[in-house]
């Protein structure tokens, strides 16, 4: 079945980095789009990147452009989130899915952006 495997949350400083990554199996993670969610506490769920199956388009929210890349592995079935120049309200729970989601999607990983 398809299985989504977020890490590489943590404690961050404003204006520092993270890089978060996503173990894709289970589907054709090559042919497939795949997108970075996220959740804070009282939010939905919030489409912040996305990105072809061919790794040579992307988009992002108006939130993160500019400070975040989302990039991907096809050999090894991986995503990835460069998250640059971070901001509280970048605290999130972080997930990736398929497509545009919000299905499937992992049990995320927690970034908490403190001084």
């Known amino acids: 079945q398809v299985q989504l495997v977020e890490s590489g949350g943590g404690y961050v400083q404003p204006g520092g980095s993270l890089r978060l990554s996503c173990a894709a199996s289970g589907f054709a993670f090559s042919n497939s789009h795949m997108s970075w969610l996220r959740q804070t506490p009282g939010k939905g769920l919030e489409l912040i990147a996305y990105?072809?199956?061919?790794?040579?388009?992307?988009s992002y929210a108006a939130s993160v452009k500019g400070r975040f890349t989302i990039s991907r592995d096809n050999a090894k079935n991986m995503l990835f989130l460069q998250m640059d120049g971070v901001k509280f309200e970048d605290t999130a729970v972080y997930y990736c899915?398929?497509?545009?989601?919000?299905?499937?999607r992992g049990q995320g990983t927690m970034v908490t952006v403190s001084s």
């Open positions: 899915t398929e497509g545009m989601g919000p299905t499937p």
């Open positions: 990105i072809k199956n061919d790794g040579k388009t992307t």
